[in-house]
């Protein structure tokens, strides 16, 4: 069935009236205190129960970690700490999993052919990092990983992720004779498409103690190997520095600082994002000329009655159009080029881009509308010899 192109103005009002099929079955409530109205101490019982389109709503406190074999949709209505790792398995294709507002030491996200949603989540401790291991479609937002020291902070084989709006990596030493850590690691022909990102490689441990040894070398910011391919947009990029060895003072030696891209076959592609040094290697190529379209989701939490700023960005003079849908679409490779991530329920047309390359829209969140629900944003760009290119995908969540 052809879906019909709206005015935009006609497509915020459609949006706005629909009830999406994505709205709670049941609604669980988690206390760890067994306050007033609540169904459950630990988040574990609630899963056991939860159907895909159930919610699990978890109040402020300390909590064991979770493993997760089916979809659900969990959120934090507050500072929620989990004790250790938790883990998301078996998510189906065709389901989606959401998990918002958590902070915790590590993630572990394994063999999930359905989408897994995962928003504003603060990993931390030295053994603190996020793998996503054979998944077809992890969406990111709002990550942040400021400590290393032990592994990377976002570890992806062979699986097709999205991460906008995140800080992956701090401004860490690693440990004496260490070299730092990367930022990103890719394995296994995984797709990384990072927007408006901050990556950091860790800084190299040192040989003080060790006369004329060479000290370990920084870590890179994205380390890709094994045909892998990386999408990197309006993203910050900052090498680890290498480690220093003073055992002669007078004569210091120095580590090989990290790459911004350190990769082993794979076409990449960068966009709005400094770099100076890479190593690319096995024809691993790098293009940083073809205007990447991008669609960015304002900071903080989403409520009812609440809206959000949507910021446009393609190549000025291009025909832009924007997707929006209740659903995820889960493309079948995971190394392939960016295509059409979102279900079409309403199509608008968002007219010539600007001289400036950027539009920005106000999209209002009904007050009807119940916490858990979730909606898929996305662009095209359209250029004066008929290529279309397909920004990521926003995935917006009542919170």
Known sequence: MKTSILP????????????????????????????????????????????????????????????????????????????????????????????????????????????????????????????????????????DHSTQNSFSALEINSSRVQVTDSLLGGYTKANNYVQGRHAVELTGGSFFHALNCDIRGEEGGDNDDVIGAIPPAGGDCIHSRNESEARVVRCALSPGIGGTNDGYPWLPTYGRNGYYLDASGGQHSFWQTTYYTNSLSGGATLENSIPLPSLQQGAGALTAGSSVQLAVRSEPGSSGRLLFGRRPLVVAQPNTSLERLVDIGRLASLGSMSPTGVQTLTFPIPAAWPRGTVVFLQTSATVAGGATDMSNSVALIVR
């Open 8 to 143: 935009l103005a006609s497509l915020l009002l459609a949006a706005s009236a629909l009830v999406p099929q994505s709205d709670a079955q049941t609604t669980y409530v988690v206390d760890v205190n067994g306050g007033p109205g609540s169904d459950f101490l630990e988040i574990q019982p609630a899963l056991d129960v939860a159907g895909p389109f159930d919610v699990i709503e978890v109040r402020p406190g300390g909590y064991a970690p979770f493993a997760a074999t089916r979809a659900a949709r969990i959120i934090s209505l507050g500072h929620v700490v989990l004790s250790s790792t938790a883990t998301i398995t078996g998510v189906d294709e065709g389901d989606w999993m959401v998990v918002a507002g958590f902070h915790t030491r590590s993630m572990e996200v394994r063999d999930c052919e359905g989408t897994v949603l995962i928003e504003d989540l603060k990993l931390r401790g030295v053994s603190g990092r996020l793998t996503i291991d054979r998944c077809a479609d992890v969406r990111l937002r709002a990550i």
